[in-house]
């Protein structure tokens, strides 16, 4: 079957979770997948092919109506769980309103102990009761259209009751034990439950203090009385003894009857016993209708650096034995603990592939569904070891820096993926109840840039009718539900983001840089405890170096050795080298290759000089030395100092992709980010200012086609544009500019006005109507926290009043409700982590608003600029104009006690503390002015 007709047929199978796939039983979708296998994915994963287009035209038919399978996500957490059905019904209901095109569910902790009078009852995880739950919640998400994705597990990482410790995480323990001067004997370790002793040694020093290097091997024999025995010497002497144990590390957030410990990722047996006891009940609950998709989380297995059958495993792919070598990896003394510290940490990312992320994928397929996973932590899982899942997902807003976001979304770009999720909004504006439409669209903007294509949002907690508003919220994580007061604009942000998905989706990614992951040094800088490629890599792709190539006009996807000798890089015009030491011979032969057909590389600092591991280094390094000259003698390769130059040298080489001029004094225009997908006859470019302050710039693109259309992402509607385009973005704002062969059909010509000019001030004469309460004049505007009677007032009130409207004022002539401009923030750096990420700006509008002109809707704003174009609305004479302000749920949170959670902690343990409760406090809401009328000549 030729391979578009696969991926066609499984998109068949797959798209349509609310249409299609409710009448294909698991074993169809399963022959569906396996039939794709061979064909569809490299190496052997099946994948989901949404609908890709390769010609513009074919695009612009959705814009309006974007795929349902580009709708973003929510997580949705069941507490306890103590969910019921009719509840669950009304959420899903919920959700479909608001444009969410699916759920990921989550178990996790309890938020409230059992009460027959408030209708709580926590189901334990995977009784009957839960697994109930499950179906029906499948069952109707379904129906409604959603898609309905699976957390294999309960809290994170996986692990649970039926995890016994020989199934736990591993982790080498190194005791040290003293053996005075003139002794014979000595008190030996005490071996736990779980634990082998590997090997020991003996040599001069003490506990605290020897040389590891010159240790010698010790007899490992059984000693009933708990003794060790050895020939007596003068000096005192120190026996090291490494012991294989585990962490004793317990799944985080467990749902009721979750706890336990968490699973080894590099036993196959443990795998396989988890995908028994939780995996088989937990999709059986699903019947013929498998999840689109089972998910795991980022890999946070801390503490691993073992697992039971480690020298095994290790002698067979490395070729030596590594029990000698012991002292040397754990103590990383000595000048050979690099190189076999890179071979015993890159066993480990052989084996989490080889047990757990190919048995898991297999697994999956065999029960009709696919496997989505956050690969990076603990263990060190690489780049391309995405390539053995189908569906690959990141996290993390630095788009300016290291991010696993950027690594899920390279990995999908060199391994065919369409598809990069993101969990999204994990830590937005800290603590909950406190993040914005606004601060949503900061931090997905800084996703798409990213190459992310599905939003997965994190979250929504599912809330028993009885809780006091604005309901649960997970310990850490903001809240996206129908209790925020401002989900009234749901609808709007889900188009925004479904829009922008399926957009970024179309034709192939085209970011024109690379960066070469340096993984043997990070492999070789790996530490006992802490064996992680994503938590080291940070050393060597700096800000600085991410800063550089972004800041010249270009954005970039990562590489790793692994992909250079899989799947190449001759797509990418130039590979960035930084600081990369260790490199096999393979791989600089294929940059060598590289090279010669035209590509470029910048090197930065050293270059490569060493075999990356430990078994004939000293002929690998000569091979790595002889290589490394004769590419860094070629032309086409430039090497530079610092990251700093790298900016310079990439301009050098290759011109940006995009380029800003005449940017004002003062604007920030190095945040303005954009992203380009290339697609047979057109060039699609997303552009956003991720910055707090207005951009206006001329804008160029270094391979501009004969037309040009600018896509507003909010409506989908395409308005013809010049080719190189004046560029006005408000704080926050994003365009999507589209290059094409030709003139694309439905762009409407760019219409000319002229300088904006306010009319009328409309700050004063309004009345506002809070729920239940009489009318109240406003003739100042202010927050509603300014008045005692609404400062806890989370929820909605209608703004209204006349306005009065010539008939000259309406000809020829654009009108336009401005609502002000808001505040800038200072930048104080913390919006550019994963914690405390949020919009760095006080929008006049708090937070939301549905505005509406004679009664019909004119519009809806929720993001800067906070200017509505109400025209059509409007007649000559008096004119009703209605404004329904929505603001946030932090205020009526900020009224009421917190729950005392003393008796649940007492029951289950302590399994969360609610984040940032101290910074709790009513924010600003309603209309904070000016209001103003603006008019702009159209010609």
Do not use: C
């Amino acid at each position: 079957m030729p391979q578009r007709h696969v991926h066609r047929s499984v998109a068949a199978l797959a798209s349509s979770p609310g249409r299609l796939r409710r009448s294909v039983p698991a074993a169809a979708l399963a022959a569906a997948l396996a039939t794709g296998l061979a064909h569809a994915a490299p190496h052997g994963s099946a994948t989901h092919d949404p609908t890709v287009f390769q010609r513009i035209g074919d695009v612009a038919q959705h814009l309006a109506t974007p795929p349902a399978d580009a709708r973003p996500m929510m997580r949705w957490w069941w507490f306890g769980p103590a969910v019921e059905k009719n509840q669950l019904a009304l959420e899903i209901q919920r959700m479909k309103e608001g444009g969410i095109g699916g759920v990921e569910i989550q178990a996790v902790y309890p938020m409230a102990l059992d009460d027959p009078a408030r209708g709580v009852k926590n189901l334990p995880f995977l009784s009957p009761e839960h697994l109930e739950a499950l179906r029906f919640a499948n069952e109707q998400g379904r129906a409604a259209g959603l898609r309905v994705d699976l957390t294999l597990g309960s809290g994170w990482p996986f692990g649970g009751p039926h995890i016994g410790i020989a199934d736990a995480i591993g982790k080498m323990r190194v005791v040290a034990v003293e053996v005075p001067a003139g002794a014979s004997g000595y008190r030996l370790p005490v071996v736990s439950e779980g634990e082998k002793i590997e090997a020991a040694f003996i040599g001069d020093g003490t506990a605290k203090e020897y040389d590891a290097t010159r240790l010698r091997p010790l007899p490992v024999a059984d000693a009933p009385d708990g003794r060790g025995t050895v020939a007596a010497a003068a000096a005192p002497r120190v026996a090291v003894y490494y012991i294989a144990s585990r962490s004793g590390m317990q799944v985080k957030r467990p749902a009721v009857g979750g706890e336990g410990f968490v699973l080894d990722h590099m036993s196959r047996r443990a795998i396989d016993n988890h995908l028994k006891n939780v995996g088989e009940p937990l999709l059986k609950a699903f019947g013929d209708q498998p999840p689109y998709a089972i998910f795991s989380d980022s890999l946070e297995s801390y503490g691993t650096d073992w697992t039971g059958d480690f020298l095994e495993q290790f002698q067979r792919r490395r070729g030596y034995d590594l029990r000698p070598y012991l002292p040397l990896v754990f103590s990383g003394q000595g000048a050979d603990a690099p190189a076999l510290r890179h071979d015993w940490a890159l066993t480990q990312t052989e084996l989490v592939e080889d047990n757990y992320l190919k048995p898991v994928t297999e697994w999956a397929h065999r029960h009709g569904t696919r496997f989505r996973s956050q690969t990076y932590g603990e263990p060190p899982a690489s780049l391309s070891s995405f390539r053995h899942q189908d569906l690959f997902e990141g996290e993390g807003a630095q788009y300016r820096q290291f991010s696993f976001t950027r690594l899920a979304s390279s990995a999908a770009h060199l391994y065919g993926r369409p598809v990069v999720s993101a969990e999204t909004w994990t830590w937005l504006r800290s603590p909950a109840h406190t993040a914005s439409p606004l601060d949503m669209k900061a931090e997905a903007d800084r996703m798409f840039v990213q190459g992310v294509t599905q939003i997965i949002g994190h979250g929504w907690p599912y809330t028993p009718p009885n809780a006091p508003e604005p309901g649960y919220q997970l310990y850490a994580a903001a809240v996206f539900n129908h209790h925020q007061p401002w989900y009234m604009v749901m609808p709007e942000v889900s188009g925004y983001l479904a829009r922008v998905s399926y957009l970024l989706r179309q034709g192939a990614p085209a970011n024109q840089v690379a960066v070469l992951l340096p993984n043997d040094d990070v492999y070789a800088i790996n530490r006992p405890g802490k064996t992680s490629l994503s938590a080291e890599l940070p050393k060597f792709i700096k800000p600085e170096l991410v800063q550089q190539i972004m800041d010249s006009g270009h954005n970039l996807d990562y590489v790793d050795p692994e992909a250079v000798l899989r799947v190449g890089i001759g797509r990418y015009p130039v590979l960035v080298m930084p600081n990369v030491t260790r490199l096999a011979p393979e791989v600089l032969a294929k940059l060598d290759a590289y090279v010669k057909g035209g590509g470029r590389i910048i090197a930065i600092g050293a270059t490569p000089s060493l075999a990356p591991g430990f078994k004939d280094a000293a002929r690998i390094t000569a091979e790595v030395k002889r290589a490394s000259a004769a590419l860094f003698g070629r032309r086409g390769v430039t090497r530079i100092g610092t990251d700093l130059e790298l900016g310079r040298a990439l301009q050098g080489v290759l011109p940006g992709d995009v380029q800003l001029s005449n940017v004002r004094p003062g604007e920030a225009g190095n945040r303005v980010s954009f992203v380009r997908r290339k697609l047979a006859d057109a060039d699609i470019y997303f552009i956003a200012n991720t910055g707090n302050e207005p951009v206006s710039a001329s804008l160029a693109f270094r391979q501009p086609r004969r037309h040009a259309a600018r896509l507003d992402p909010d409506s989908g509607s395409l308005t013809q544009s010049a080719l190189a385009p004046a560029l006005q973005l408000a704080p926050y704002e994003s365009v999507v500019y589209v290059m094409s062969d030709a003139p694309l059909p439905g762009a409407a010509p760019e219409a000319k006005t002229g300088a904006a000019a306010v009319v009328a001030d409309l700050s004063a004469g309004w009345q506002v109507r809070f729920p239940d309460r009489p009318p109240v004049a406003m003739d100042r505007l202010a927050s509603w926290t300014d008045s005692e009677a609404t400062r806890y007032f989370s929820g909605r009130a209608v703004y209204s009043r006349k306005l009065a409207v010539g008939a000259a004022q309406l000809n020829g002539k654009r009108v336009s409700i401005d609502f002000g401009t808001g505040t800038p923030l200072p930048d104080s750096g913390v919006h550019a982590h994963h914690s405390g990420m949020r919009a760095m700006y006080e929008p006049a509008l708090r937070d939301a608003a549905v505005v509406t002109v004679n009664g019909r809707r004119a519009g809806t704003l929720w993001h800067p600029p906070y200017r509505l174009d109400v025209t059509p609305f409007l007649k000559a004479g008096d004119n009703d104009i209605d404004v329904t302000v929505a603001n946030l749920g932090v205020n009526a949170l900020a009224g009421r006690e917190l729950p005392d959670f003393k008796l649940l902690r007492l029951r289950y343990g302590n399994r969360f503390e609610l984040q940032d409760t101290d910074k709790i406090a009513p924010q600003p809401a309603g209309l904070l002015g000016p209001v103003t009328l603006v008019e702009e000549a159209v010609r």
